[in-house]
């Protein structure tokens, strides 16, 4: 009998994944909650997205072909993961504000968890306003709906992901002011220009870069190094933001301020992987905050296995040959198998790539440009002067008392941050329920036919 793969997340590492186990001969379920597959680098809506924001497309037009051979549930919001004798996925399917959504419980011999991340947005004062959005969602904007969050965009934060996200806003006819980026530029070429030779198999991604760079100097958008987006003006709407420079801790350097008139920011700071699910499964989290794995993406949970941004920040090229090697050994091959060999020189060298990411890392001097009444946690309203109230409390006393992280986003937009005012983790990653659930679907859930197999 050929053994049930399932895949949770339809992005690259899960499609990959997916390709893989078919080609070995695996009966494939993938379940994704996004309206159609690709994730976050395929995000497209056809008629809408600008073939132009699209890299590999046809890569993914392959990945998509060979998925008629899988069961395929899109829209499907997982929602808990069994992995206590037996693997087993519980999932709900239909738009996630419908009221008739389908219970779907899928039993598998192999999971393979390729959740991907959230983009991370530091707090800025003034960041509530209409206007301010984070870089990914500009991005998902753009390359989804073909629209830009305003008509002239500041683009600020860390990271080669403010690269995409300024060219996807001028294709999609924004105008962007200027790129605000955190390093300073003896960092970067510190952090990107060591061991170059080690990148030589990055020429995809090479390629991609002078893209974006040629866009901006046709365009002649500015971008500035060493500097942050350290406030938002507006008095209903973003109006303009102050751009200063900040020291290699990412402190604002008094007397540098200057302010450029805009009517929408994205911010960008990096990403934050999707833990919950690993979690829910048992999967041991590295120090570093992603799920552990060895060379065959095995989780330390019988079965269990990890691919993607969930497994550490190294882009959509890592997250392919990652997915490709999960999927390949979850449906029973082995790591010395001579088809992965090309996939496995991909995955070191993809690695090695993500390697530099490092130089964008977060610094903690960022928590110098709040105020006290700045907003950190914006579903709940709390303030950085109400959580360092807090700050020698109990992770849950911090987290009763001010409500941080405990709103609609359930700590996914602001949880790192809170942690870096307190000082402490604050483990938001922890969800018994992995995504909204309506009490009447929970109360349904007694009426599931035959909960042992996939029902469609
Ligand atoms: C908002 C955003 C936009 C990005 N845009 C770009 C870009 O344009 N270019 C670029 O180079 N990189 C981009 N990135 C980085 C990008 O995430 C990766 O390089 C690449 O997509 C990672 O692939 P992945 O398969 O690991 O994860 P993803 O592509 O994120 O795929 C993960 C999938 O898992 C699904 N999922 C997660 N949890 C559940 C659940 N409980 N139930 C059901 N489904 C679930 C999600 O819907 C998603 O489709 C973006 C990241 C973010 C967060």
Redesign the pocket.
Known sequence: MSRRVVI????????AAAQAALARGAEVTV????ER???????HHDGLTDPR?Q?QWSRFERLRGALQRARVHEQ????HVEADGGLRVH?HIGPADSTDRAALTVDADALVI??????RALPVPGWTLPGVV????A??LA?RDGVTPGRRTVVAGAGP?LL??AA?IGLAGGTVAEVVEAVGRAAIMRGWGRAPWQLAGSAGKAG?LAEYVGDLLRHRTPYRFGSAVTRIHGDRAVEAVTVQRIDADWRPIPGTERTIECDSVALGHG?TP?L??AIQAGCAISPERFVAVDDRQATNVPGVFA????TG????D??LAE?AVAGFVAAGGALGDPRLRRILDARRRMHAFAERLATHAIRPGWTAWLDDDTIVCRCESVTRARIAEYADASSRGMRLATRAGLGACQGRTCGRSVEALVAASVDYDHRPV??SIRIGELAGLHDHRTPHQEQE
């Not at 949770?8 to 499609?15: N, R, V």
């Not at 390729?114 to 983009?119: E, I, N, R, S």
């Not at 984070?134 to 969602?137: M, W």
């Open positions: 949770l997340g339809a992005g690259p590492a899960g499609l379940l994704d909650e996004g597959a690709g994730g976050q680098f395929w995000r924001m890299h499907a919001s997982v929602w999932a390729a959740t991907g991340a959230h983009d984070t870089a990914g969602a991005q998902a390359k992901f995409p996200v996807s991609e990403f999707r919950e699910a691919a993607g941004e969930v920040i190294a882009g959509a890592a997250a997915g992995l995504s």
